[in-house]
Each structure stands twice: as C-alpha cells, then as structure tokens.
C-alpha cells in the first residue's frame, strides 16, 4: 500500500540532545511537510520541500533543520535550540506544491524528558 | 489577519443526532478549503476539497458545505465510529513564499454516544 510512514511512534529526549524524526513515502509525491501539533492550536508548518535538495522555511522552523536528499525521503532534526519540542509531528506529502490534498503521517509524538 | 476558526471546540452528540460543525476563514485569495478526520494517536485523514461559493461534497453521512466566509461540515446520524477530531485547512494565494499558504484550524472534537 502507498503511503507515509514516520517513525518513531513516540520519542524521549533529554536536555541538550539532538533527535531526529523519520519520514519516507513511497507514493511518488514531489512535495513534502513538516507540522507541529500542539493541542488547542491548528497544525503549524515548519519545513516544506518542492524538489529534491531543496527545502524552504516554514511559520516555525527555529531549532529545527531538514534535508530532502532523496524524493522518498525528508527527514527532521529537532536540534537542542528548540526550547519547547514536546509536541506531535506530522509529516505530509502531496503530488506537488499546487495539489492540495495532503497524504499524513501516523505521526511522532515527541516528549523531553 | 489571517485566520481560521472552528467551532464548537468539542460537541457531545448521541447516536443519530445530526449536527453541523463550522469553519469560519477571514484570509484574502481563497484557493480551496479541505477538511479532515483526526482519530487520536493519528495522522489527519483528507476528506473534502472545497473550492468555491456554493458547492457542496458528501461522503456517507458526511456533507461539506462552503460559503465566501464559512464552511460546514454536516453530519447525519452519526454513529460512534464517527467520533475523532475534524480539521478544517484554508489554503490561500499571495500569503506567503511559493505565492500561498495553508493554514489550520484548531479542531473540533467530536464525541457520538451509543
């Protein structure tokens, strides 16, 4: 079945620490995302990539980075800058930047410990 | 400013008690809207695309609706499965870099009792 799989489900990390979230789609999708849940609070975006080596800045892409090396594949670093990264991350893909139907993630929850 | 807001935030409904949830937008460009189902734990699940004024989508007991300020999602007798949370996204030009932007609502959680 086509679709995006993100792992870890759920992921500690301690004060300090870099962690990286994985993501890989195997739908043949141009475009992909990285969103931030927080409860009460409509998705945020913080990376988006069009194009392979290439990724743009979202609303909230302090303390994390990208790299989008492989069309399948774009994964995120949540870098020890990031002062509040507990949240959820969704990863989404969509055929390209103007098709707007988003394919998600099962998600990462994220938790500092 | 830009916004998109979904109302209510939680909504109790027994079985087969239909309702409306709502999604109100201010943004300027209006490209589509999209709504989607989030069970918890979960990625959202895509539902609807609205593209326009007047025009209106239906998926088993589901039926979305879009006007110049709002969309609604009306469900008809709803069933326990139908319970998760259902996000509304507005997607709209000259916002942002690539020439638009999608921005989310907060949700609305609804909870449907046998």
């Known amino acids: 079945d086509g679709g995006i799989t993100q792992s870890p489900k759920y992921l500690f990390r301690k004060e300090g620490q870099n962690v990286t979230l994985s993501c890989e789609q195997n739908?043949?999708?141009?475009?992909m995302y990285w969103y931030r849940q927080d409860p009460g609070q409509g998705l945020r975006l913080i990376y988006y990539?069009?194009?392979?080596?290439?990724?743009q800045k979202g609303d909230i892409a302090e303390g994390y980075s990208v790299s989008r090396e492989k069309k399948e594949s774009f994964p995120l670093t949540v870098t020890s800058a990031q002062k509040n990264p507990t949240a959820f991350y969704l990863c989404?893909?969509?055929?390209?930047?103007?098709?707007?139907?988003?394919?998600f993630g099962s998600g990462t929850r994220l938790t500092v410990v | 400013e830009d916004q998109v807001t979904q109302s209510p935030e939680a909504l109790r409904l027994q079985e087969g008690e239909s309702s409306s949830l709502n999604c109100s937008y201010t943004?300027?460009?209006?490209?589509?809207l999209f709504w989607y189902r989030q069970d918890p734990g979960k990625g959202p699940e895509f539902l609807f695309t609205?593209?326009?004024a007047g025009e209106e989508k239906e998926k088993e007991r589901l039926k979305a609706t879009l006007t110049k300020k709002e969309s609604f999602l009306h469900i008809t007798a709803p069933k326990p499965e139908d319970s998760a949370t259902y996000l509304c996204?507005?997607?709209?030009?000259?916002?942002?870099?690539?020439?638009?932007?999608?921005?989310f609502g907060a949700g609305t959680r609804l909870f449907v009792k046998a």
């Open positions: 989404a893909s969509s055929p390209d930047r103007d098709n707007w139907g988003y394919t």
């Open positions: 739908l043949n999708h141009d475009a």
């Open positions: 990539s069009q194009i392979v080596n290439d990724f």
């Open positions: 943004v300027s460009g209006l490209r589509g």
């Open positions: 609205l593209y326009s």
């Open positions: 996204a507005v997607q709209a030009s000259g916002m942002g870099t690539g020439g638009f932007k999608t921005i």
